[in-house]
T-cell receptor, first 112, second 113 residues
Framework: ETGVTQTPRHLVMGMTNKKSLKCEQH?????MYWYKQSAKKPLELMFV???????ENNSVPSRFSPECPNSSHLFLHLHTLQPEDSALYLC???????????FGQGTRLTVV | KNQVEQSPQSLIILEGKNCTLQ??????????LRWYKQDTGRGPVSLTI?????NTKSNGRYTATLDADTKQSSLHITASQLSDSASYIC????????????FGTGTRLLVSP
């Protein structure tokens, strides 16, 4: 148990659906991240939040919308996704942006 | 270009045997290098972290080495167990204002009984 909890663990959604992924950390960290992991590819950084403010967006399509209401919670809102968006979505947190990241278990997303 | 390359892509070994995984990187400016273990369908878990001045670091049966001159790292697993079956990911952190982690694609290890 890393102290970072993601829900749901698995999600199947249609291309016209709207869903949200949730991440919660109990470590008192100030930075939180969303990563995408596709088969046979390195992890791709999507968003970085530090003290609830977004500090980096690696040119992610607008169909992915992050929200960070406080330093313990991070959401990823999904709408009109494509089949190629199917992947493992990982949330991570760290004490600050420059320190070691702890990962959640991930949400396995399948877009049909 | 900042890249991390790992070899082999996959590896099968018998339980009890040793193995070594390789990581070569071209990331700069270098901050630190981490090895993560990722079980199938789960998030990565950190095994070791090494800074520029560290040559070797151990965590139980896992020993990581770093040669900052040649930009190479290795992860040695001793007396492998079935539970070692996982992907092992090498991650290099750039020494910039914000943490920028460059991930390798991982080595998938299968320990066979």
């Amino acid at each position: 148990e890393t102290g970072v909890t993601q829900t749901p663990r698995h999600l199947v959604m249609g291309m016209t659906n709207k869903k949200s992924l949730k991440c919660e950390q109990h470590l008192g960290h100030n930075a939180m991240y969303w990563y995408k992991q596709s088969a046979k590819k390195p992890l791709e950084l999507m968003f970085v939040y530090s003290l609830e403010e977004r500090v980096e967006n690696n040119s992610v399509p607008s169909r992915f919308s992050p929200e960070c209401p406080n330093s313990s919670h991070l959401f990823l809102h999904l709408h009109t996704l494509q089949p190629e968006d199917s992947a493992l979505y990982l949330c991570a947190s760290s004490r600050s942006v420059n320190t070691e990241a702890f990962f959640g278990q991930g949400t396995r997303l399948t877009v049909v | 270009k900042n890249q991390v390359e790992q070899s082999p892509q996959s590896l099968i070994i018998l339980e009890g045997k040793n193995c070594t995984l390789q990581c070569n990187y071209t990331v700069s400016p270098f901050s630190n290098l981490r090895w993560y273990k990722q079980d199938t369908g789960r998030g990565p878990v950190s095994l070791t972290i090494m800074t520029f001045s560290e040559n070797t670091k151990s965590n139980g049966r896992y020993t990581a080495t770093l040669d900052a001159d040649t930009k190479q790292s290795s992860l040695h697993i001793t007396a492998s167990q079935l539970s070692d079956s996982a992907s092992y990911i090498c991650v290099v952190s750039r020494n910039t204002g914000f943490q920028k982690l460059v991930f390798g694609t991982g080595t998938r290890l299968l320990v066979s009984p």
